[in-house]
């Protein structure tokens, strides 16, 4: 059984430069959360998405945004790059968004800004 | 005061010790609680979940939360160096936002783990 799989693995973007990050999850599974992690500030919830829609959305600017399709493959775009948003971002899927059922995270995207 | 605190470690623990783990929460809220093992360039992966106070066991690893103090802890017995990694204390509750909702993960900021052998 396929993981979840994150592309691409790395990054290397300039400030003001956009950047878009897609996620597969399981298959069969609907819900995919994006997380970022930092050193400083650990993993943070970004947003939820299930059935394409955004259930759920951390306390992140707008600058971050997400969406879902009809295969459940989610991407994530951050527009006008800030040296601060430099972090692993990883995604996670679960079959129905249960968290105690336990999420499955991917190995994530190493987003470098410079 | 974050949410959930845990000791950032490093900690460093010769081979067979027993290795304590531990997190404390504020938010009396939260339903479920987990350990995620995180291994350098890799995604966490879910060791242990619990819903209720009390122990739960699972091979060399027992999760314990006490609801009352809002304190869960991991204990690993036996460690070997395989266990070296980044153990994550995560905690859920049901948020809702504009009618929809859904259990959301908080995380500590990790343990570094190092098991000599």
């Known amino acids: 059984k396929a993981g979840v799989t994150q592309t691409p693995r790395y990054l290397i973007k300039t400030r003001g430069q956009q950047v878009t990050l897609s996620c597969s999850p399981i298959s069969g599974h609907r819900s995919v959360s994006w997380y970022q992690q930092t050193p400083g500030q650990g993993l943070q919830f970004l947003f939820e998405y299930f059935s394409e829609t955004q259930r759920n959305k951390g306390n992140f600017p707008g600058r971050f945004s997400g969406r879902q399709f009809s295969n459940s493959r989610s991407e994530m775009n951050v527009s006008t790059l800030e040296l601060g948003d430099s972090a692993l971002y990883l995604c996670?899927?679960?079959?129905?968004?249960?968290?105690?059922?336990?999420?499955?995270f991917g190995s994530g995207t190493r987003l470098t800004v410079v | 005061q974050k949410e959930v605190e845990q000791d950032p470690g490093p900690l460093s623990v010769p081979e067979g010790a027993i290795v304590s783990l531990n997190c404390t929460y504020s938010?009396?809220?939260?339903?479920?609680f987990m350990w995620y093992r995180q291994y350098s360039r890799k995604g966490p992966e879910l060791l242990m979940y619990?819903?209720?106070?009390g122990n739960k066991e699972d091979g060399r690893f027992t999760a314990q939360v006490d609801k009352s103090s809002k304190y869960i802890s991991l204990f690993i017995r036996d460690s070997q160096p395989s266990d070296s990694a980044t153990y994550l204390c995560a905690m859920s509750v049901y948020e809702e936002n504009s009618g929809a909702g859904s259990y959301q993960l908080t995380f500590g900021k990790g343990t570094k783990l190092s098991v000599i052998p």
């Open positions: 996670a899927s679960s079959s129905t968004g249960i968290a105690n059922y336990g999420y499955t």
């Open positions: 619990t819903y209720s106070s």
């Open positions: 938010n009396s809220a939260f339903q479920y």
